[in-house]
């Protein structure tokens, strides 16, 4: 075991009792190098706020405690990786019809590519589809309240947020995001509001903030009747869940650039020239057990797309920023 996890699992006055007696007996044993833990419970500690430090008594600025994120986000993401190649390179392929061996290789980039690729595939299959029938694209964000947010810009300049609850975590917030977003489009699924009884087609992704806090963005489909009654259940549902107050919802007048609306959010997550970023965002969505992408069903499935990319690329590759403009 790393010695960062070691001083990250540091028993402190900070722990609420009932932590301590569930988790004390596990810490004991991983201080004295009886345990190991293994990734699910790494993420567990690395996400629990109640096992650190209070984090204003631990950093001595907002700076330090980001770049300490970030640091952390890279390590987990840089490590995966290395357990990756370290697993591939013990395994060939044998090519049957060729009677050849291959290696087989891992890149974090290419594979964010791929990742993309599909992604952008589904979108623009979703979208597709909406326009045939006529559908209407509305791009809406949800964010979550103060207290999930460590660190505040209401003066001017990035600081720490009194309002702060440190028992909240990123997962937390992911969570709270989903059940709200999921309550949301579920609600049009009944007959009293939606009379074809279609499932609302809608592609969603979650993103951080600069205190890598997450918000969501989605583009719904919607038929133009239904519109109003779901702008009014999106304010009830941002009440009910106690949403942050900077939100968006916005009726989109080109219906064939529905998914490239949304698109132009994931790219620069993912496709960042800085190959730090990337680690980042690989780090925070493993760490927090987050999926950046999500999306209403579909006959698009991912082994299917994968046989059909080779043609897809070219296309990609043409149109490469496009979704951006």
């Known amino acids: 075991m790393s010695q960062n996890l070691k001083n990250n699992l540091t028993i402190n006055k900070y722990m609420s009792q009932a932590f301590k007696k569930t988790h004390l007996p596990i810490l004991n044993k991983v201080k004295n190098g009886k345990i190991k833990l293994g990734d699910g419970e790494k993420k567990d500690f690395y996400n629990c706020a109640k096992c650190k430090e209070s984090v204003e008594s631990r ?133 009293e509001t939606n009379k074809s009884l279609e499932e609302i087609p809608y592609i969603s992704i979650n993103e951080y903030h600069k205190d890598y806090t997450v918000h969501k963005h989605a583009v719904v489909f919607l038929h133009e009747y239904l519109i109003e009654a779901f702008e009014a259940k999106f304010h009830r549902i941002r009440e009910q869940f106690g949403l942050g107050e900077q939100y968006d919802f916005e009726v989109l007048e080109d219906t064939s650039k ?60 043409k149109n490469r920023y496009k979704d951006c403009l």
Not at 122 to 144: C, H, M, Q, R, W
Not at 291 to 314: A, M, N, Q, V
């Open 59 to 191: 950093f001595s600025d907002v700076e330090s405690y980001l770049n300490y994120l970030r640091a952390e986000f890279i390590r987990i993401a840089k490590e995966k990786e290395e357990k990756t190649k370290n697993y591939l390179d013990r395994h060939i392929l044998q090519l049957l019809d060729m009677n050849e061996f291959v290696g087989m290789s891992f890149s974090l980039k290419k594979k964010a590519e791929l990742d993309y690729r599909y992604y952008k595939g589904v979108s623009d299959y979703i979208n597709k589809v909406a326009e045939e029938k006529g559908l209407v694209p509305v791009f809406l964000t949800y964010t979550l309240p103060s207290e999930y947010h460590p660190t505040t810009t209401k003066t001017g300049k990035r600081e720490w947020n009194p309002k702060y609850n440190p028992e909240l975590t990123i997962r937390d917030g992911y969570k709270l995001l989903q059940k709200a977003f999921r309550e949301l489009t579920r609600y049009f699924k009944k007959k």
């Open 258 to 317: 529905g998914s490239g609306y949304l698109l132009k959010y994931l790219r620069k997550m993912m496709l960042s020239a800085n190959k730090e970023d990337m680690y980042v965002l690989d780090g925070w969505r493993k760490a927090n057990r987050i999926r950046l992408f999500t999306h209403s069903r579909t006959f698009l499935k991912r082994k299917d797309f994968e046989k059909i990319l080779p043609y897809y690329i070219e296309d990609i590759e």
